[in-house]
């Protein structure tokens, strides 16, 4: 079996404006490959930001990177890896590319060879990967957006129990944390004591103000604060972790396994959030959740729009737990899930997932 063409697809998926600590949100910047094969088989990656710059990516994978997949076994994820990664050109320098371009592009191949090695074997990821269950838990973020005022997040609080979830998130990181405090008090006031709810900071706080919220914040029974501070701040997470209760998530700003196990030797995080777009795609992720099992940790990944991958990726882990639902991508993947009464249900979905529609490509490509 031989890859014949590797082209891609640069697309851009509006959606309706929200902000969280960091970014304001008007769309989803998304980067297809389409790897063709000499047997008609055709494997999907992809990769995907809220804000510009995938275009970038786009580029080096043309110039660069395209032309040596061609002759290549797709089903020799290993060789294609080694392969990419002796080249001289500058995304594999550690310093310029490999933790950004470079993985950006590892992801996006490496996700497009299991699509393939899946349709070969004519079953979805999850049975190629032995999974222990065909449903996985949802939890829903699109209802806590630091943009919306304190009334709709509750209301949209009381909605997503009633079509139940049993676990939500809300964005934290307002310009005064204080208005964190209250609107995360009106979300739990309103939804009981029954239900898991999470924080999401983005990032946003210092150590100082990291402290002092999660001590205001602890009566409200957080199931997990995520991404307080910087992510290239493994001592400041650490401790955090001393000084409060609350356990700490983090994982969607980790670009290497290296990375994940110096937070985890570091006692730097509880829960983790490996994404397969962001750590070098599907090969990567189940060495990070093999390395968390290992330490006692469960696999919560960040998943925001795609949930057809990761879903299947979280049953097919023992310590896979939750999967995060924002529906913006419905009408885009070719095998799209929703949740039915908390939990998404894996049955429709072939591949690895990560198909698109080629309406949806024709609909929203902005560069091909
Ligand atoms: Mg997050």
Redesign the pocket.
Known sequence: MKITEAKTYLMNIPVKRINDSQYTVTGINLLVLKITTDTGIEGFGYNWHTSEGLGVVKKMFDEYISSRLIGMDPLMRLDINRSLMSTHNFGWDPRLGYNGLGVYISSLVDIALWDILCKVEGVPLYKILGAGSDSVEAYNTDGGWLSWPKEDLVSNAIKLKQSGYKSIKLKVGSQNPIDDYYRVKAVREAIGKDMRLMI?A?TKWDLETAVYMSRKLQEFDIYWL??PLNPDDIYAHAELKKRTNIPIALG?SLTSLYSFRDYIVNHAVDIVQVDATKVGGITEWLKVANLSEAFGLNVYP?TNIQQPLHAQLVASVPNGKMVEHVDWLADVWKYPIAPENGYFHLGTIKGAGSEVKEKAIEKYVVDQ
Do not use: I, L, S, T
């Open positions: 999401d983005n995520e991404e969607e960040h």
